[in-house]
């Protein structure tokens, strides 16, 4: 198997140097390459197309929302994974409204750090608890009509609830035997009666719902 690609984002050397020796230590997570600011770091998915970009969010010229705004918009299957000492409702609100995957603080351990990048790389969402209730808060669909779980069919509340327990789209596929393409298909019809345009939101929104 091949190992998963890793940009690592962070405007401080020392950050980037404890990262890079960290991740080293597992050999299914390789770092192609590094960034001090989110223009660089924009310009290196580029070039390298990594799998993972372990973004931090306060940074010189351009920081870790707009660029994950941007990667993600031309870049869609790079997955942006948050790595930050700040916990404030607006970085974590931008960065998963703009798409990143998951939003993790820095006091997180080694070994869960490897296994957050591995899930990002299948797809599943990082949130922990305390991050994922700010966002609980905050989230509003003004305008939109009221959903409630009998709005799904049974097939799309099946995929929902392996949706809550971190399932990639080929997990869900192998689950309930269906094609990667169908499982697609289904998701974007689960996005568009949730109202929610990525994975992350689509989280927050079931959850809230009670799935």
Known sequence: MKPITVLLVDDQTLIRDGLRALLGTYPDLVVVAEAQNG?????????????????????????????????KNDFPETAVLVLTTFDDDES????????AIGYLLKDIGGAKLADAIRDAARGS??????????????????????????DFTRREQDIIRLLMQGKSNQDIANTLFLTIGTVKNYMSQIYSKAGVSDRANAVLY???MGF
């Open 206 to 208: 079931f959850r809230d």
């Open 39 to 71: 223009a660089d770091a924009y310009e290196q998915v580029k070039i390298h197309r990594p799998q993972v970009v372990l973004m931090d969010i306060r940074m010189p010229l351009m920081g870790g929302v707009e660029a994950t705004h941007l990667i």
């Open 125 to 150: 969402v990082i949130l922990p608890g305390n991050i994922a209730a700010k966002i609980t808060r905050h989230i509003g669909r003004p305008g939109k009509p009221e959903v409630t779980p009998s």
């Open 92 to 99: 974590i609100l931008g960065a998963i409204t703009h798409g």
